[in-house]
C-alpha cells in the first residue's frame, strides 16, 4: 500500500526549498582578494627587506675609510647613522614596554633573572656595535653581506643542545649540525682569505678579529628561544625559574634591556671616533648634498625595516610562512649581493670596452686607474660615486685570482646555506591561526641591521617529530552553547536560525567526526509558549511553538535527502523525544549527524518569561548544572579540590555560549571567526559579529545605512582604541569564566525593584551583560569578518519602539560606566581614561543630538529665506516643542502618527538642506570655509569607508535615505524615547501573528454538528488529561502564577462554509475520530504534539530526579513567576514617571542651554565670532565666514571624533583582512554551494517533499568530505598552517 502511494504521488516531484547554503559571502571576492594580498605581502616583505640591507650596507660603504661620496672627516656622520639604524628599534621597544607597564600588568623579576638577562643584553649589543660600527666598514661589500648570515652560529649550536637534552629522535638534529658546522666553516675561510692575504697586516688582523668576535656576541641574541627547551626537559630548577621569570616580567626587562643596548651602543661609538682619529665636531658642518645623501639613506633603512617586520609578522599570522616570510627573507641576502655586485661587474666591463682593445687591464688596474684615481665630485649624479665606493672595497683582493675568488665565495655561500639549515625548521613549523605575536617569536625586538636573520632566528623554536606533528591539530577542545531565544518569531524567521544550526551540525558533525576543535549543542528557550484551552486541564502549545516543530520536519527532510535516487520511498524522519519539565516541556532533537537541539518550551505560569529570563535560565542550567554538577559529584566522591578545581578552570575557560535571536541567520564560517576571537586572547570575555538588518521598505533600508555606520566605524573605532561597550545578543560569543565571574552572572539574575532597574537591566539586557562583564576585566571585541542577518523592524511604529527601549538603556549603561571610570580603568586592561574621554564626549553629542538638528535646520532655514540666524532658530525650535508637549499629552501610539507625519515634512526640509549646502558653496564660490570642509570630509570619510567594505559598498546608495531621515533619527525618536522612558514594555512581536503558519487557527461559526462532536472530544481528553496532569508535581502545579490567567478564545477547526446540516447525526467516521479521541488524550500537550508531528515520531521521556530537583530550585530561588501586586506595580509605576521626569529635565534643559548659548553668539555675532578667510576655487580670498566659537568646537570635536573612527576602522580593516585569509588557508570549506531559492511567506509540504527529487539539494548539503576533512584538502600545506591562539598587534586585532 506504501508503494502504491510512492507511485501515485510520482508526478509531484516539483519543490519548493529553502536556500540553505551561504549565498550573501562573496566567496569568489574573497579568494581574489586572498591571492592578491599574499603576492602584495610577500613582495613587500622581499622589496622591504631588500631596502633595508641594501641602505645599511651603503651606510657601511660610506664609512669605509677610502671611499669619497663622503670626505674623510664626514665619516662620523656616516657611523652616527649605523648607530641610529642598531639603537631604532631599542627606542620603539622602549616607548611600547613603556606604554605597556602604564597600562597594564607590569611585574619585577628576581635579582638573578635581571641580572643574567642585562647580561646577555649588554653581551649582544657590544657585539652589534663592534661589528658594525668598528669592523664591517674595514670589509669589503661581499663579506659584509653574508658576514651578518654568520650570526645563527650559537643559535645552530643550542639546537644541537635543545634537542638533544628532549631525549627524542628529532628529524632537525642533522640540518642543526650541518648548520653549525658550515658557518664555522664560512669563519675558517674568512680568516683564510683576509689574514693570509697579507699576513703582516696587523690592523687588518685585528678587523678581521673584531668581525668574527662581534658576529659571535650577536648570536647570543636568541637565547631565550632554546633556554626554554632546555629548561623544559633539564632538572634544572635555576633554569625553569629563570624562563619562567623572563615570561612573566617582559615590560620591565625589556624597558631596562632597551636602556642598556642604547647607552652601550653610544659608549662604543662615542669611544670610536676619538679613537679613529675622526672628530665629532663636523656633524654640524655636513654640506647640504652629503646631508641628503646621508638622511634619506637612514630614513628609508628606518622605515623600511619598521615596516618589514610588522609585513613578516603579518605574513605569519596569514598562514604564509613559507610563501610570505621564509622564501622572501632567504632571498633577500642574494638579491641584496645582486644588486650591489652586478653593477661593480657592469661598470667595469663598460670600462675595458671603452678602452676598444688599445691596452690590457684588469680589476687591480682598474681600482687604481678609475676607482681610487677619480677626484671627489661635489655634483653630478650619486649612483656612480656609490658603485665605484663599494667596488673600492673589493679592490684589496685580487679578483683574478681563482684562489682568492673561492675564498669569498665559499665563505658567503657556507653561511648562506648555514643560515638555511638552522631555520630549516620554519618549513614545517605548526601555527595556530591568528596566532599572537609573542607566541611566534621569543623577543618583541628586531634588528634593523640584519632584518632577515633577527626575523628568522627570533621565530619561536620547537622540537618536532612525527608524533607532535601529527597531534599538533589536537587543539583543547571547546564545548560550544548555542543559546536562542524565541517568542513570536514568524515562520520563516524561525526556519532561518534552524536552518543555521542545521548548516552547523553537517560541518562539525558529532558521529565520525573529522575536527576535534570544538563541540556544541543548541538550545531553543521558547517564552511563554503555551496557551489556555477552554475544556482542558492542561495548557496547550500556542500557533508559534507548534510551527516551530513544523519547522524541524521540513528541515529535518531537506538535510537529510541526499541520495541520488530519482523515485524512491518517503524518508521518515529517526525518533525524537518530548520531556514534561518543571517549567513547561523540552523536544530533544538528534540532528542527521548527531548533535543535539534541546528546545525549552517555557509556560509563564510555571517559569518567569522574557528574555533576560531565558538568558538566566540557559546561564545557570549549562553553566551551572551541567557544567559544575559532575565536579562537585566527584568532589563529594573524595577526588582532590585542587585538581579538580584546575579542570574546572580549564572547562570553563574553554566553554563558549553562542547567544543567537530567534530570527538569527548564520553561517559556520562566522562562528569559528567568533571562536578565534576567543581563543586568541585569554581576557576576551565576549566577541560580537557584524550584524546585517535585513527586510524591504524605507524603514529597512534607512536601519541597514545606520547598521553600516555603526560597525564600521563606532565598534572599530572602540574595538581598536578600548573596548566594545555592547556585544549585541542576536550574535555574541560568551565565555563561561567571563559569565561565571563574581558580579556578573549572580548580578544579571538580579530582579528588577527600582524604577532605574528596568530601564538600564531590562530594556537592554545584552548591553548590561556587557557593562558587568566590563567592570569585572573582561574584553569585548568585535570580529567584522564574522557575519550574521537579522530581521529589522519594517514598520515605523516597531523601529520608534525598538528605538524607545534601546536609546534609554545604553544612555543609563554609558552613564554608570562613566560614573565607575576610575575603577574600570583600573581593573581593565583594554579600558584607558581617554577612551571614557572619547565615550563621555559621544555621550555629550548624542545628548545634544536634538538641538544640533534645530541649528541645522536653523541655518537653512537663514539661507533660503535670508532672515536673521537667530530668527530661524526660533522658527526651527517651534516644531519639536511642540511634538514634546504632544508627547506628555497623548497616548504612544498618537506620538508616533504624529512622529510619521513630521518625519515626512522634516525629510523635505533635508532636502532642502543638502541643496541649501550645495548652493551656498556655488554662491561663495568656494569649498574651503570651515562648514564646507567639514562637509565634503565627511562624505569623503564615508565614501571611502565603504570602499574599504568592498562586499556592502552599495550600502551608501541607502545613505540618501538616512540623510533625509536625520531628523527623524535624532531628533523626534530622541524626544519620543526619552518622553517615553517610563513604558517599560517590549514593544514590538507584542502583537504579530506568526506568518506562513502551517494551520492557521480561523475563527468559524460551529454548526450544530460540531458543537455536539467538540463537547464529547473535550469531556473524554478531560479525563484522560486530568490523569496526565494529576502525574505532575503538586509543588509545579501550585506554583502557577495570577499573572496571565486571562484564558484566550478557543478557535475552532475550519470548516466549510457552504453545509447545509439538516441534523445533529455523527457520521461513522466522525465516531470513529472521537473513538480514537477518547483512546488518546489529544489535547494534552504532548500527545498533542505527537499527533501534529505524524512524520518526525515523539517518544516521551522523563527527566532524572537530580535534574527535576534542580529546576525545582532554579524556579524558586530565580526564576519564580512574579506575582501581580497591584500596589507595588502602582508603585513603580509612579517611580518610572518620576525619574523620566527628572531625566527628560535634565536632558531637555541642556540641549536648551546649548540652544540659548548659540542663540545669543548669533545676536551679538559682531563681538563674538570666529573669523575664517574665504578663499575661492582661484585660490583668492573673497571675504571672511563667521562661525560662533561654540558651533566650531563642536564641529572640530565631532570631527575630530570621526577622524579617529576613520583611522581606528582602516586599522581594524587590515586585521579583519589577515584573519580572513588566515581563515581561508587553514579552514576547509564547501566547495559546491547550492542556489536554491525559497519563496518567502509559504510551508513545503514535508510529505510531498520527501517524495520528491533532491539532486540539486544532495550534490551541496551534505558533502561531508569536501566541508571539514582537512587532513586530505590542505596536507601539502598544513606544516605553515594552522589554528588558533592568539595576536599582538597588540591585542587590538
Known amino acids: 500500500m506504501e508503494e502504491d502511494n510512492d507511485i501515485a504521488k510520482a508526478w509531484d516531484t516539483c519543490r519548493e526549498v529553502p536556500v540553505i547554503e551561504d549565498e550573501q559571502t562573496p566567496w569568489k571576492m574573497i579568494k ?87 647580561f646577555f643584553e649588554f653581551l649582544v649589543s657590544v657585539g652589534a656595535a663592534i661589528l658594525t660600527i668598528v669592523a664591517m666598514p674595514h670589509l669589503d661589500i661581499v663579506t659584509n653581506v ?27 638534529l642533522l640540518p642543526s649540525i650541518t648548520a653549525f658546522l658550515l658557518i664555522l666553516l664560512g669563519y675558517v675561510l674568512f680568516l683564510v682569505l683576509y689574514i693570509m692575504k697579507n699576513p703582516s697586516d696587523i690592523k687588518m688582523a685585528v678587523w678581521v678579529g673584531l668581525a668574527v668576535g662581534g658576529s659571535f656576541l650577536v648570536s647570543f641574541n636568541w637565547w631565550e628561544n632554546y633556554f626554554r627547551l632546555i629548561s623544559e626537559n633539564s632538572s634544572s630548577v635555576f633554569l625553569k625559574d629563570l624562563c619562567k621569570d623572563v615570561r612573566k616580567c617582559q615590560n620591565l626587562l625589556h624597558i631596562l634591556s632597551s636602556l642598556l643596548r642604547i647607552v652601550v651602543t653610544a659608549c662604543v661609538l662615542g669611544a670610536y671616533v676619538p679613537l679613529a682619529k675622526m672628530d665629532w665636531s663636523v656633524v654640524t658642518s655636513i654640506p647640504s648634498r652629503e646631508t641628503r645623501i646621508v638622511a634619506i639613506t637612514v630614513g628609508v633603512q628606518l622605515i623600511s625595516s619598521a615596516l618589514c617586520h610588522w609585513f613578516a609578522v603579518a605574513a605569519c599570522k596569514m598562514h604564509a610562512l613559507r610563501r610570505c616570510f621564509i622564501m622572501p627573507l632567504y632571498l633577500a641576502s642574494l638579491a641584496v649581493m645582486a644588486l650591489l655586485v652586478i653593477p661593480v661587474i657592469v661598470y667595469y666591463q663598460d670600462y675595458r670596452i671603452s678602452l676598444n682593445g688599445t691596452s690590457s687591464i684588469n680589476f687591480t688596474s682598474y681600482c687604481d686607474v678609475v676607482v681610487d684615481g677619480r ?44 643560515l638555511v639549515l638552522a631555520t630549516l625548521h620554519l618549513w614545517y613549523l605548526n601555527v595556530f591561526r591568528i596566532q599572537r605575536t609573542q607566541d611566534l617569536f621569543i623577543r618583541r625586538l628586531y634588528e634593523g641591521a640584519f632584518i632577515e636573520q633577527s626575523l628568522l632566528l627570533n621565530t619561536r623554536f620547537n622540537i618536532q617529530n612525527k608524533n607532535r606533528m601529527k597531534n599538533f591539530r589536537d587543539l583543547e577542545a571547546v564545548m560550544l552553547y548555542l543559546c536562542a531565544t524565541m517568542w513570536h518569531e514568524t515562520y520563516d524567521e524561525m526556519m532561518n536560525i534552524i536552518i543555521s544550526i542545521f548548516r552547523l551540525d553537517r560541518y562539525r558533525p558529532k558521529t565520525e567526526p573529522t575536527f576535534n576543535d570544538f563541540t556544541f549543542e543548541a538550545h531553543i528557550y521558547f517564552d511563554d509558549a503555551f496557551e489556555d484551552a477552554g475544556g482542558s486541564q492542561e495548557r496547550h502549545l500556542n500557533e508559534y511553538a507548534k510551527n516551530l516543530v513544523q519547522v524541524f520536519r521540513e528541515v529535518y527532510g531537506i538535510f537529510t535527502n541526499v541520495d541520488q535516487e530519482f523515485f524512491r520511498r518517503q524518508h521518515h524522519v529517526p525518533e525524537q523525544k518530548i520531556i514534561r519539565t518543571p517549567y513547561g516541556g523540552r523536544l530533544v532533537i538528534t540532528m542527521p549527524h548527531g548533535n543535539l537541539i534541546n528546545v525549552h518550551f517555557k509556560d509563564k505560569d510555571l517559569i518567569r518569561h522574557k528574555k533576560r529570563w531565558s538568558q538566566v ?84 533600508w534607512f536601519q541597514k545605512f545606520e547598521y553600516s555606520i555603526s560597525h564600521w566605524l563606532q565598534k572599530t573605532a572602540e574595538h581598536v582604541i578600548g573596548c566594545v561597550l555592547c556585544s549585541p545578543g542576536c550574535f555574541s560569543l560568551f565565555r563561561a569564566e567571563a559569565l561565571m565571574d563574581d558580579n556578573v552572572m549572580r548580578r544579571y539574575s538580579t530582579k528588577s525593584t527600582e524604577a532605574s532597574h528596568f ?213 523626534l525618536l530622541t524626544i519620543y524615547s526619552m518622553v517615553n522612558m517610563n513604558n517599560v514594555s517590549w514593544g514590538t512581536r507584542e502583537t504579530k501573528p506568526a506568518a506562513g503558519a502551517a494551520t492557521t487557527a480561523v475563527t468559524t461559526t460551529q454548526t450544530k454538528t460540531q458543537k455536539a462532536k467538540s463537547t464529547l472530544q473535550q469531556f473524554f481528553s478531560s479525563i484522560k488529561c486530568c490523569k496526565k496532569s494529576n502525574q505532575m508535581p503538586q509543588q509545579q502545579q501550585l506554583s502557577v502564577s495570577q499573572e496571565s490567567m486571562n484564558p484566550e478564545p478557543v478557535q475552532a477547526e475550519p470548516q466549510p462554509q457552504n453545509t447545509i446540516v439538516e441534523d445533529v447525526r455523527i457520521p461513522e467516521e466522525e465516531q470513529k475520530q472521537m473513538s480514537a479521541a477518547v483512546n488518546s488524550p489529544s489535547q494534552c500537550w504532548v500527545t498533542q504534539l505527537q499527533e501534529l508531528s505524524t512524520d518526525m515520531p515523539l517518544q516521551e521521556d522523563s ?93 572640530f570635536g565631532f570631527a575630530t571624533s570621526v577622524i579617529i573612527q576613520f583611522l581606528a576602522m582602516f586599522s581594524h580593516r587590515v586585521y579583519t583582512l589577515i584573519h580572513y585569509v588566515a581563515f581561508m588557508d587553514t579552514e576547509a570549506k564547501q566547495q559546491n554551494r547550492g542556489k536554491q531559492k525559497y519563496l518567502e511567506g509559504k ?45 599582538d598587534f597588540d591585542s587590538r586585532v
Open 146 to 172: 653574508t658576514i651578518l648570515n654568520g650570526v645563527a652560529v650559537l643559535s645552530s649550536l643550542l639546537q644541537m643542545i635543545a634537542q638533544c637534552t628532549a631525549k627524542e629522535r628529532n628529524r632537525f
Open 32 to 118: 581574489l582578494l586572498k591571492i592578491i594580498s599574499l603576492f602584495l605581502v610577500a613582495v613587500i616583505v622581499f622589496g622591504l627587506a631588500l631596502c633595508s640591507k641594501a641602505s645599511f650596507l651603503v651606510l657601511i660603504t660610506l664609512a669605509n675609510e677610502g671611499t669619497k661620496t663622503l670626505t674623510a672627516e664626514h665619516k662620523p656622520v656616516a657611523l652616527l647613522c649605523i648607530g641610529c639604524s642598531l639603537i631604532s628599534s631599542s627606542v620603539l621597544l622602549f616607548l611600547k614596554s613603556i606604554w605597556k607597564a602604564c597600562y597594564k600588568t607590569s611585574k619585577v623579576p628576581a635579582t638573578k633573572t635581571m641580572a643574567l638577562v642585562l
Open 759 to 971: 530601564i538600564q537591566y531590562d530594556q537592554g539586557e545584552d548591553r548590561w551583560l556587557c557593562t558587568l562583564l566590563l567592570k569585572q576585566g573582561w574584553r569585548v571585541e568585535y570580529n567584522a569578518a564574522s557575519d550574521a542577518y537579522t530581521n529589522a523592524p519594517e514598520d515605523f511604529k516597531e523601529l520608534y519602539n525598538q528605538r524607545r527601549r534601546w536609546g534609554p538603556s545604553t544612555l543609563a549603561n554609558v552613564v554608570d560606566l562613566l560614573g565607575a571610570t576610575a575603577t574600570v580603568s583600573k581593573k581593565n586592561l583594554s579600558i584607558s581614561k581617554p577612551f571614557m574621554f572619547y565615550q563621555l564626549f559621544n555621550l555629550v553629542s548624542a545628548i545634544l543630538a536634538p538641538a544640533t538638528i534645530c541649528l541645522m535646520v536653523a541655518g537653512s532655514l537663514a539661507f533660503i529665506f535670508e532672515i536673521h540666524s537667530g530668527g530661524a532658530l526660533v522658527i526651527a525650535v517651534i516644531p519639536p516643542i511642540i511634538y514634546l508637549i504632544l508627547c506628555f499629552k497623548l497616548k504612544s501610539d498618537t506620538q508616533i502618527s504624529v512622529a510619521a507625519v513630521l518625519s515626512v515634512i522634516y525629510a523635505f526640509l533635508m532636502l532642502v538642506v543638502t541643496m541649501s549646502i550645495i548652493g551656498a558653496m556655488v554662491k561663495d564660490n568656494t569649498i574651503l570655509t570651515p562648514s564646507s570642509i567639514f562637509i565634503l570630509t565627511m562624505a569623503g570619510i564615508y565614501v571611502i569607508t565603504a570602499i574599504m567594505h568592498p562586499a556592502e559598498f552599495p550600502l551608501v546608495f541607502y545613505g540618501l535615505l538616512y540623510i533625509l531621515c536625520i531628523p527623524s533619527a535624532y531628533l
Open 617 to 700: 535560565m540557559y546561564l545557570y542550567y549549562l553553566l551551572g548544572w551541567k557544567l559544575m554538577s559532575k565536579y562537585y559529584a566527584r568532589w563529594q566522591k573524595g577526588e582532590g579540590e585542587i585538581e579538580l578545581g584546575a579542570e574546572v578552570q580549564k572547562e570553563k575557560h574553554n566553554t563558549y555560549i553562542l547567544a543567537l535571536d530567534g530570527d538569527t541567520d548564520f553561517q559556520p564560517a562566522a562562528v569559528l571567526l567568533l571562536i578565534d576571537r576567543l581563543r586568541m586572547y585569554p581576557r576576551v570575555g565576549a566577541a560580537c559579529g557584524r550584524i546585517h538588518p535585513t527586510g524591504s521598505g524605507p524603514a529597512v
Open 1243 to 1287: 510551508k513545503v509540504n514535508l510529505v510531498t517533499e520527501t517524495n520528491s527529487n533532491t539532486d540539486s539539494i544532495a550534490e551541496s548539503t551534505l558533502n561531508v568530505d569536501s566541508i571539514s576533512s582537512a587532513d586530505s584538502t590542505s596536507s601539502a600545506n598544513y606544516q605553515e598552517d594552522s589554528e588558533v591562539e592568539d595576536s
Open 1103 to 1195: 527527566l532524572n530526579e537530580e535534574e527535576k530537583q534542580f529546576w525545582m530550585d532554579l524556579q524558586e530561588k530565580y526564576l519564580k513567576p512574579l506575582p501581580v501586586d497591584k500596589e507595588k506595580q502602582k508603585q513603580i509605576t509612579s517611580d518610572l514617571k518620576e525619574l523620566r521626569n527628572k531625566i527628560n529635565f535634565a536632558f531637555f534643559i541642556l540641549n536648551a542651554l546649548w540652544l540659548v548659548a548659540t542663540f545669543t553668539l548669533q545676536v551679538f555675532e559682531a563681538a563674538f565670532t570666529i573669523k575664517f578667510p574665504k578663499v575661492g576655487l582661484d585660490l583668492i580670498k573673497n571675504g571672511d565666514v563667521t562661525v560662533d566659537p561654540i558651533g566650531f568646537m563642536f564641529i
Open 375 to 418: 677626484n671627489q665630485s661635489l655634483n653630478g649624479s650619486v649612483f656612480p660615486e656609490l658603485v665605484l665606493d663599494v667596488t673600492h672595497t673589493l679592490c684589496f683582493l685580487d679578483m683574478s685570482s681563482i684562489t682568492d675568488i673561492g675564498l669569498l665565495t665559499g665563505s658567503a655561500v657556507t653561511w648562506w646555506i648555514g
